[in-house]
């Protein structure tokens, strides 16, 4: 077999110690592949990239397209973007699968039974990193989910289910609140759920559906939801499963993958040969799954998993009375290579070689638009930075010049209706949002919106942000107010 080249990242903090502990593992095992190693990380960032990676790596990643990624520090301070967000938008890794198991006894755990995999949506939701700050008081992020991401992530979640054997998947959204944004993600799951009639389904809201999480998790395969409430799900999961760690992390795309462990760079454990490679391993042989060397891949998990029964763990999961020995970075990986060919005696051996198990990557059809809907202006939300006053008088101000052909319905501040009803115990803050509804109930033009913006300003309203309210084939697609 000839080599896979694939960019290598040792990253910072404990990440060089790990990745080196990884790939002695790998190559020990047989993996046939040819790092290429690229410069990410603290170092970059302050050479002055922003996002903590350079163009000439960038490249390496596009050629390869598989990125194998130690933990990097980020520098604090502002300016300086998220390399993980800007990795996985840029390459549409739009799939983040993060498998957690328990191995009890051996690794403290509550669950032991725990075997849940979490596949989040890696390129939307408060992820996209829009960002202002709109009044003295007021700082708003938008939060953006699409069809088509929602779509193909969902299906992925089924896709993996039926690859890997799985029996259910739970979808989690709080669309109970955000009736359109989360409220879409869970119609999407529904609807494409029906698809795959072997597979049980099921939707929590994401709030109960945590703590049922981290207090019954064997009751739960496959959990699909949206990216930050994954974000946090996957850490909680790892966890208690026995330490993040341990758990390994997949970024998958149309043409290219990341895989990184879940845990930052701990950069006070940097340098002592403490830290535990095994999160940053398992991405491996999830990495090996993906490029075709399950042998091998199988070779290293059941080898890691002897590793475990047999006692070598390192200070995160040590324990007296269960441990044989605390071993550093190093030793833990000596002593998984030398466990290389032999199984687990009594945790269950992994399997990515049987005949009909899992394909190496997950092929997701392409996003088909339908016809539009006819879409129709019928208002618009301007919202203002006004010093607290009365609502009643704002109200006032913005009666007295508007356009004719425009009414204002409501005004809300952070959300909840304060005119044309209000409560004198509601606190109020510097931003306002004033919506503006066509007074005939027939559709308008942009040029009435940018009459009503003129008008605002004549009477010395600053409006810092504008949403149009639109209806889509006669269904409103903009919330109301709390208390609306």
């Not at 603290?42 to 130690?70: H, N």
């Not at 959990?223 to 799900?233: A, E, F």
């Not at 491996?284 to 993906?290: A, D, Q, W, Y």
């Not at 269950?348 to 638009?369: D, S």
Request: with cysteine; charged share 20%; proline share 6%.
């Amino acid at each position: 077999m000839s080599k896979v080249p694939i960019a290598v990242a040792y990253g910072d903090g404990i990440g060089p110690e790990i990745m080196s502990a990884c790939l002695h593992i790998l190559n020990e095992a047989g993996a046939q592949i040819e790092p290429r190693v690229i410069e990410i990380g603290e170092k970059v960032y302050l050479q002055g990239y922003t996002a903590g990676i350079t163009p000439e790596a960038l490249q390496v990643i596009r050629e390869t397209k598989v990125f194998y990624k130690a933990p990097i520090t980020t520098p604090q301070g502002g300016g300086f973007k998220s390399l993980n967000v800007t990795t996985r938008k840029l390459f549409n890794l739009f799939a983040n699968v993060r498998p957690c198991v328990s191995y009890h006894p051996f690794v403290e755990t509550k669950y032991p039974n725990l075997d849940v995999v979490i596949v989040r949506e890696n390129e939307e939701d408060l992820y996209a990193g829009i960002e202002h700050r709109q009044t003295t008081e007021v700082y708003q992020v938008l939060k953006l989910i699409t069809r088509p991401g929602t779509e193909r992530i969902i299906r992925y979640a089924f896709e993996y289910a039926r690859a890997y054997g799985r029996k259910k998947v739970t979808c989690m959204t709080k669309d109970n609140i955000m009736k359109l944004t989360d409220g879409l993600f869970h119609k999407i799951f529904d609807e494409i759920g029906a698809e795959y009639p072997e597979i049980q389904k099921e939707h929590w809201i994401i709030d109960i559906g945590t703590a049922k999480l981290a207090d019954t998790p064997e009751q739960f395969d496959v959990v699909v939801t949206l990216n930050l409430y994954g974000d946090i799900l996957s850490d909680m999961v790892a966890q208690i499963a026995g330490s993040v760690g341990l758990a390994g992390s997949a970024n998958i795309g149309p043409s290219v993958a990341m895989f990184e462990a879940i845990h930052g760079s701990a950069p006070r454990r940097a340098g002592q040969n403490l830290a535990n490679p095994s999160g940053l391993l398992h991405a491996g042989i999830m990495m090996l799954v993906h490029i075709g060397q399950p042998e091998v891949a199988e070779r290293i998990h059941n080898a890691w998993l002897r590793t475990i029964e047999e006692g070598y763990h390192t200070y995160d999961i040590f324990r007296e009375g269960i441990s044989r020995e605390k071993v550093g970075t190093k030793e833990f990986a000596q002593a998984v290579v030398r466990y290389l060919g032999q199984e687990p005696q009594q945790l269950r051996p992994v399997r990515y070689t049987q005949e009909g198990g899992p394909a190496k990557v997950l092929t997701i059809p392409p996003y088909q638009r339908n016809a539009p809907p006819k879409k129709e202006l019928i208002g618009v939300d301007i919202f203002v930075h006004w010093v607290p006053g009365r609502p009643e008088e704002l109200a006032q101000k913005i009666q007295s010049a508007i356009p004719s052909q425009l009414k204002l319905t409501m005004i809300s501040n952070r959300g909840t209706v304060v005119w044309p009803q209000t409560l004198e115990e509601t606190f109020l803050v510097d931003h306002w949002r004033t919506r503006l509804l066509s007074a005939t109930g027939q559709p308008i033009s942009h040029d009435l919106v940018i009459e009503a913006l003129r008008a605002y300003q004549r009477v010395g309203l600053d409006f810092v942000k504008t949403e149009h309210l639109y209806v889509f084939d006669g269904v409103e697609g903009f919330s109301r107010g709390q208390g609306e």
